[in-house]
Structure formats: C-alpha cells, structure tokens
Nanobody, 116 residues
Framework: QVQLVESGGGLVQPGGSLRLSCAAS????????MGWYRQAPGKQRDLVAT???????KYADSVKGRFTISRDNAKNTVHLQMNSLKPEDTAVYYC??????????WGPGTQVTVSS
C-alpha cells in the first residue's frame, strides 16, 4: 500500500502564495509519478502538476508560470509552490502517486481557498 500525508492548505488572499507538501510511504511499491490534482465544487478532478521519477514535469495550462512542482525521490515527497493565487484556484487539492505496477493512489485532500 501507499499512504499519502498532505499539508499546507489554507486560506489566502488573491495574489498570495501557499506551499503544499505530500509525503508518501510506500511498502512493496516503487513510485513512478507524483503530483497534484484539484477539484472545485461541482467540477471534475483535474491535473495541476505532475513529476516523474526521472524529472519530467507536466503543468496544467492554467497554472503555468505561477505554480512550481518539486520532488525529492529519496524522501518520497512532492511539493507544490503556488504563487499569484487567484480565486479560481480555490479547490480541494489531492496528492497523487502512480507506482510502477500501474496503480494510482490518492491523498485525502487539502482545502485551498483564495478569497479576500
């Protein structure tokens, strides 16, 4: 199994910054991809950013230039630095892991609210 622990969500004003962190504990699995998805009320869960073990990064167009994903392979941690936050970034953010065996795992989610 893979257990994911997220931290760093909260309330921030427009233009502000937040940093999300996720730590993965993986028994018997090798982690391939780590990243973040988000889901706003009434909407589907969408990709925010992912990074592979080899360092290939993918961002949603809506966050390019504002968000930065980083990963520590040795510690199985992934971080999402979110700058210039907008109200439309408000959502529950989920940590995501894909293991080499092809299975996905999700964290419980952390709320990010951007509001004045």
């Amino acid at each position: 199994q893979v257990q994911l622990v997220e931290s760093g969500g909260g309330l921030v004003q427009p233009g502000g910054s937040l940093r999300l962190s996720c730590a993965a504990s993986a028994s018997f699995f090798s982690i391939n991809t780590m990243g973040w998805y988000r889901q706003a009320p009434g909407k589907q869960r969408d990709l925010v950013a992912t990074v592979t073990r080899g360092g290939t990064i993918k961002y949603a167009d809506s966050v390019k230039g504002r968000f930065t994903i980083s990963r520590d392979n040795a510690k199985n941690t992934v971080h999402l630095q979110m700058n210039s936050l907008k109200p439309e970034d408000t959502a529950v953010y989920y940590c995501y892991v894909l293991v080499d065996a092809g299975r996905n795992f999700w964290g419980p989610g952390t709320q990010v609210t951007v509001s004045s």
